[in-house]
């Protein structure tokens, strides 16, 4: 059973592979992992055990381009689903000395525009 140009297991391998990465999660973290740690220890348990299954060498690239698939595939599935959200504006941040030196420069330039009247600036 060979692999795709893409990488990625096998159809009947998939439903499979995502109930061992769970379980293996939940095994890592009873052990005491977490993090890093506990997430590269059972993407190597499932692709041990998914290798058993296929019979031939399932490595943890494809696992993990399975799970990163799958999880995509679930939060557009569920964007889809839902009202669109405005997105969260961060505040601005305070004005540097030079944005406020410019924005004198600009009202003061304003300020000297709007003493001349209705013909402009004056030419000299």
Known sequence: MPTSPHGSPDRGLKPFILAIHREALETAAAK???GALAQVAALQDTASLASAKAGRLVTEEEVMRLLLRE???????EAVGTAPVAPVRKP???P???R???WR???M???RSASA????KVRL
């Open 32 to 34: 005491g992992l977490t």
């Open 71 to 77: 999880r995509r595939a679930r939060k557009i599935h």
């Open 92 to 94: 601005a941040a305070a």
């Open 96 to 98: 540097s000395r030079f």
């Open 100 to 102: 406020l030196g410019r």
């Open 105 to 107: 420069a600009l009202a």
């Open 109 to 111: 330039g304003v300020a």
């Open 117 to 120: 009247g209705l013909a402009g």
